[in-house]
């Protein structure tokens, strides 16, 4: 049974491929000003197609968005905030 060992690394290769389909994008969001912001900035990404989720927290003022990246990138994401009044800018891409 020569061929099991290569069929195990077959199934582990294609399902780490599986786990780098999605991305992590941090992006520092400086304008937010209340509670009410990081909603509207919420949003804004949410309606971006490839958005998987994205949760913002006011008080770090950051954003940490889960996005598909053969569908949208981390540039797309901070020109959604920003079209909502909140510029934001790339701290990183895991
Ligand atoms: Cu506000």
């Known amino acids: 049974m020569k061929?099991?060992?290569v069929l195990i690394a077959?199934?582990?290769a294609s399902a780490g491929v599986m786990a780098a389909g999605s991305r992590t994008a941090t992006l520092d969001v400086t304008k937010m000003d209340c509670a009410v912001c990081p909603?509207?900035?919420r949003k804004a990404?949410?309606?971006v197609?490839?958005?998987e989720t994205a949760k913002v927290d006011?008080?770090?003022?950051?954003?940490v968005v889960a996005f598909d990246p053969a569908k949208?990138?981390?540039e797309a994401l901070t020109r959604a905030t920003a079209d909502a009044g909140f510029p934001s800018s790339v701290g990183s891409v895991k």
């Open 49 to 51: 197609p490839g958005v």
């Open 10 to 12: 077959g199934l582990v």
């Open 3 to 5: 061929f099991i060992p």
């Open 72 to 74: 949208t990138s981390p």
């Open 58 to 63: 006011f008080k770090t003022k950051r954003a």
């Open 45 to 47: 990404l949410e309606k």
């Open 39 to 41: 909603i509207t900035v």
